[in-house]
């Protein structure tokens, strides 16, 4: 697939803003860890300003732009839709959930609405990560890990906001430190687990596409036909290839994929446990795990092969 810019970006600021709203929510719903009022409000804003960012970003790549609103009216049968409509839901909620931060509002009317924000901020995900594993036509994102990587890398790279946002106010803490190592390794685990599997599985190729795996006999025939490609139906370039003719080179694929497991993971993990109490140590984790994750998104779109290309010329997907 072609790697878009917009999306990419929208994938990766949305899922930090998500899940670093999930995890102050969480905090306080649980009371693990007591952050002052301001930090509170100022991770909240934070978190829904990278939501908003995000999700204005995803309608740059659309044609007309002016017509986002229609992703709105597919709640029934479209992940596009119901990520829609939950977004709208979640920002409403949170902006509630932020002005009860407020001294002086009570647990019993606050903790509700924090459970409320944690639980929306996972359907949000959830919602973004199965427009693409509900595609059947592409092998590599219909897969269970999909989901678990959007919503465990969304609530890793939140964890690296949260850690910044309690440096900053003097409040890190051991028990921080652990749920954000314990969700950066739980999130590399996951990254693995969805590049082995897609370079395991079987690659679709035309005969499995149009269902003739075996071939094809013919009456009395005595041998077996198989499938191929007779013509691309094209002399040129075509929107078809432009968007799903992208091709990414395996050592090219090999190298990226290092660079995102060292800015990703590697260096924010290094930098949190020797960095201490010290904000400057995570704000460069928060930043380097972001931009590795980018990285990491662009190849999640680059290694994506539909099964459109076998029909103009592709021998497998």
């Known amino acids: 697939m072609k790697p878009t810019f917009s999306i990419i970006f929208f994938t990766v600021i949305s899922g930090a803003g998500l899940g670093l709203l999930s995890l102050l929510a969480l905090a306080d719903l649980c009371q693990v860890e007591t952050l002052p009022k301001s930090a509170l409000t100022s991770g909240i804003a934070l978190a829904l300003a990278l939501i908003f960012v995000g999700l204005a970003s995803s309608t740059l790549h659309l044609a007309k732009p002016s017509n986002a609103w229609r992703a709105f009216s597919r709640f029934r049968t479209s992940w596009l839709s119901r990520e829609a409509v939950f977004a709208a839901a979640l920002t ?70 949260l850690a910044a946002i309690a440096s900053a106010y003097g409040m890190a803490s051991r028990s921080l430190l652990i749920l954000a190592v314990g969700l950066g390794v739980a999130s590399l685990a996951a990254k693995l687990a969805y590049w082995y599997t897609i370079g395991k599985s079987a690659p679709t190729t035309l005969a499995h596409a149009i269902g003739v795996d075996q071939g094809v006999r013919g009456p009395g025939a005595l041998s077996v036909a198989q499938a191929r490609l007779l013509d691309v139906g094209h002399s040129r370039g075509t929107f078809l290839t432009d968007e799903f003719g992208f091709v990414l080179a395996r050592q090219h694929a090999t190298t990226l994929r290092a660079v995102a497991l060292v800015l990703g993971f590697g260096l924010p993990l290094l930098w949190l446990v020797a960095g201490g109490p010290r904000w400057q140590p995570a704000l460069a984790a928060a930043a380097c795990g972001i931009i590795g994750l980018l990285v990491e998104r662009w190849l999640f779109f680059a290694e994506a092969r539909h099964t459109v290309r076998l029909y103009h010329g592709d021998p497998r997907t």
Do not use: E
Request: proline share 4%.
């Open 92 to 161: 409403l909620v949170a902006f509630i959930y932020g002005g009860s931060t407020a001294d002086g509002v009570r647990d019993a009317i606050r903790l509700p609405i924090a459970a409320l924000t944690s639980l929306l901020c996972w359907t949000v995900l959830f919602c973004t990560a199965m427009i693409y594993a509900s595609l059947k036509p592409i092998r590599q994102w219909h897969t269970r890990w999909t989901p678990v990587n959007y919503v465990l890398l969304g609530h890793w790279s939140g964890a690296l906001l």
